[in-house]
């Protein structure tokens, strides 16, 4: 059933558009995209899908993928920033630091927003929080951060902010979100704080928020985030101004925005800068022409059960797939001085980066521990047992038990036994 046409009170919005079907892309490059937890590719008309990753899960998916203009892949998997070739191939994966955000907090764990800049030398990322401090009102606090994408590189080198959704402008510039009075924000690296832009409340009176903008590669349109949950829309805008250098420019005006629908995020530019493709409930779509009439053509479902969209300049041209298994290296079968202190394993590495190690009896969780490699090569990573496993283990001679291994992106499982 097609979705109904809504009227929009905003002063200089000529028209809205209906979310139904459309004409098929013309433009170029790839899409980067999340599908079943894991990262795919696929041509700017949809077709040629290629699974990049495959050991994403739902209690583990990948999340937020990027691509720099030579077609290198910035993805977040578990608590990492993992960098990849297009045919999965890991490059290195990074454990992005803590941050400090707007009440004094340390803020880490999965990097919610990952984006690599054009010429792929450097990548940003965001964490968010909901905490409740003692004399500040309860509420959702974002930090956002800077590091070298070939290895981590200090914060304060780049600079860090308290804002979220960060967009590159450029090698050195980025587009963030600040919520209500902040809402689009220019950050230029290593120049202190974020300068604003505008907000929604600057064109109409039936203002909302905007969040997650992004520039066109040829800075003449700015897509983003308008509104929440079922209020939510797609808007568009014809940039006033260069804001790829200088101070902020005039405030943008708003052109055309999609039907109200829960769910729309992820507005990202074709690199000719005239369609545009979003992330829906059932996958992504695509506008085509985005200098025509508002209503004309009508957007297409582009690529089903897709989300999470982002589009570059680059060709999807994989090449051989080069998957390499997680090698392990079992150090002790005893079951006693394993219990004690721990089960050890050495794991090798592609790369710099955190292992993770967990032990299953089954389904449950018996044992996990981490390690830090610094560099790419054998490491040795600890599980240590909990109270419970420990106890009941204790009572048996021998156990089967499976090793649930992490590292650099990748995922590997060992079945062992302890006697």
């Known amino acids: 059933m097609p979705r109904k046409h809504l ?242 420019p005039a405030v943008p005006t708003p052109e055309c925005l999609t039907g109200e629908l829960a769910g729309l995020a992820g507005p990202t530019w074709s690199p000719d800068s005239k369609e545009l493709a979003w992330e829906e409930p059932d996958g992504v779509w695509l506008k085509t022409n985005i200098g025509s009439a508002c209503d004309s053509p009508q957007p297409k479902l582009l690529i089903p059960g897709a989300s999470e969209p982002d589009w570059g300049p680059a060709k999807v041209n994989p090449g051989p797939r080069t998957d390499d298994p997680i090698s392990v290296r079992q150090l002790s079968l005893k079951l006693k001085p394993a219990l004690k202190n721990g089960v050890s394993f050495q794991v090798r590495a592609l790369a710099s980066g955190q292992v993770k190690l967990q032990i299953l009896q089954g389904k449950t969780l018996v044992a996990a521990g981490t390690a830090k490699a610094a560099r790419a090569g054998w490491v040795k990573v600890t599980a240590k047992f909990t109270g419970k496993a420990r106890t009941r283990l204790a009572k048996v001679r021998k156990a089967s038990l499976t090793g649930r291994f992490h590292a650099d992106g990748r995922t590997g499982d060992l079945a062992f036994k302890l006697r």
């Open 7 to 248: 009227n929009i009170l905003l002063a200089l919005i000529g028209a809205c558009f209906l979310l139904t079907a459309g004409t098929a892309s013309a433009s170029t490059g790839s899409i980067v995209f999340i599908k079943n937890h894991d990262v795919w590719l696929a041509n700017s008309d949809g077709t040629g899908q290629y699974q990049v990753t495959r050991n994403g899960t739902a209690d583990s998916p990948w999340r937020s993928p990027s691509q720099a203009d030579d077609g290198t892949i910035a993805a977040s998997h578990y608590d990492q920033i993992v960098r990849l070739k297009q045919n999965g191939t890991v490059l290195n994966a990074i454990n992005p630091p803590p941050l400090m955000n707007s009440v004094s907090h340390m803020v880490d764990g999965v990097p919610v927003k990952v984006a690599i800049s054009p010429d792929g030398k450097l990548i940003t990322w965001a964490f968010a929080t909901y905490e409740c401090p003692v004399g500040v009102s309860c509420g959702a606090r974002t930090v956002t951060g800077y590091t070298a994408a070939d290895r981590l590189t200090d914060p304060e080198k780049y600079g860090s902010t308290y804002f979220t959704d960060p967009s590159w402008i450029g090698n050195s510039r980025t587009l963030q979100s600040g919520g209500y009075g902040s809402q689009i924000n220019i950050h230029d690296l290593g120049a202190g704080e974020p300068v604003h832009w505008f907000d929604d409340s600057d064109y109409t009176e039936n203002d909302t928020d905007l969040s997650d903008a992004e520039l066109s590669t040829d800075g003449k349109w700015l897509a983003a985030v308008r509104g929440y949950g079922n209020s939510t829309h797609i808007i568009w805008y014809s940039v006033n101004g260069n804001p790829k250098q200088g101070p902020a």
